[in-house]
């Protein structure tokens, strides 16, 4: 996708974030992969999804330099450019405050595979990862480590990130785990939440990259 079209996807998407009450206020942060720039357009640090324009986004190198833009990237910028750098498969990504995913970050504790949309998405659990300052290079560690080869991590006290081949997916994945979170929540206060088992999650994991949807 083309420069224009990711921007404009960027935009929605932030958008879309507000009105499902994934973020609040500013907080919260998006990117997304530009193939032909070789970087990775993210939104501005502190301003308003429903008034960001394009202009107010940034583009930034895998080294860290801001190659297009005007703004200050957002201070999760150290983030977004280790998972693309630690992850190649990784063409979007979506970092959100929702209620209950925030829930066990603060809790620090894992969201296992309870639903087949989760480990379907996810590929299993949503891990913690240890603790550090909010835009830090140590969070950025920390986060790509818990992440593994899955597609959702929460940040200790602080929140969730989702991943994706592209920035679509990368929101459902936080839409699907905010859910499944919920979900888990009710469930225990039912009783005793039920597991899957690992070879199913495989399964199923393997039946979404390679079957699920429209293929050609």
């Keep these: 996708m083309a420069a224009k079209g990711l921007k404009e996807e960027l935009l929605t998407t932030g958008r879309e974030l507000v009105r499902t009450g994934l973020v609040v206020g500013t907080w919260g942060n998006l990117s997304a992969w530009d193939e032909e720039k070789g970087g990775f357009w993210i939104t501005p640090s502190g301003?308003?999804?429903?008034?960001?324009?394009?202009?107010?986004?940034?583009l930034v190198g895998l080294d860290g330099a801001v190659l297009e833009g005007c703004r200050k990237p957002s201070s999760e910028t150290l983030l977004h450019r280790a998972i693309y750098r630690?992850?190649?498969d990784v063409r979007g990504i979506v970092h959100t405050h929702s209620v209950y995913a925030t829930a066990h970050a603060v809790c620090?504790?894992?969201?296992?595979g309870i639903v087949e949309d989760l480990v379907q998405i996810v590929g299993g659990s949503v891990e913690v990862a240890a603790y550090a300052a909010p835009g830090?290079?140590?969070?950025?560690?920390?986060?790509?480590?818990?992440?593994?080869?899955r597609s959702a991590v929460f940040l200790a006290n602080h929140g969730l990130v989702g991943v994706g081949p592209n920035l679509a997916e990368a929101l459902k994945v936080c839409q699907v785990v905010e859910k499944s979170a919920h979900i888990y929540a009710v469930a225990r206060?039912?009783?005793q939440p039920f597991i899957l088992q690992a070879e199913d999650i495989r399964a199923m994991r393997k039946g979404y990259l390679e079957h699920y949807g429209q293929r050609p």
Excluded: F, H
């Design 47 to 58: 301003m308003d999804y429903l008034t960001v324009t394009a202009a107010d986004l940034v």
């Design 86 to 88: 630690g992850r190649p």
């Design 108 to 112: 620090r504790e894992a969201l296992p």
């Design 136 to 149: 830090s290079t140590a969070l950025a560690e920390a986060a790509v480590e818990a992440l593994g080869a």
């Design 189 to 191: 206060q039912l009783g």
